[in-house]
């Protein structure tokens, strides 16, 4: 007959298990929610695609700024952004600019699309 010491280490080996899933799961249920992008292109007045245009990306939290190097279809992309903070993006190129657009943190979708028009 076993005694209630002996059990006791199993059931706390079955406990930490139990706690460990439980953490792993919401971990990855939470990194989901960390996964947003920003996507878009850079196009001139007559709407044609901007390769190099330089693309900034501001951390309105932080203050960090990335930049990205539009593809040759005037596309960028900035992936893995946080959802709790605002962002300022703009393009660049050959000295004239596009007006800043704001990605807020209460915009919820994980794939953000937008365009940039250089004047």
Known sequence: ??????????????????????????????????????????????????????????????????????DPDGSYHFPALSPNVDYEVYAEFQGTHSDTKTLSAFDTRKLINITLHVK
């Not at 406990?15 to 249920?29: E, S």
């Not at 695609?49 to 900034?56: S, T």
């Open 1 to 70: 007959m076993r005694s209630r010491f002996q059990t006791l280490p199993a059931a706390l080996l079955a406990a930490a298990v139990l706690l460990a899933c439980l953490t792993f799961a919401q971990a990855q249920k939470n990194q989901g929610w960390q996964n947003r992008t920003l996507t878009g292109h850079v196009l001139n007045r007559q709407e044609q695609p901007l390769p190099k245009a330089i693309v900034y990306l501001k951390n309105t939290k932080t203050l960090a700024i990335k930049t990205y190097i539009s």
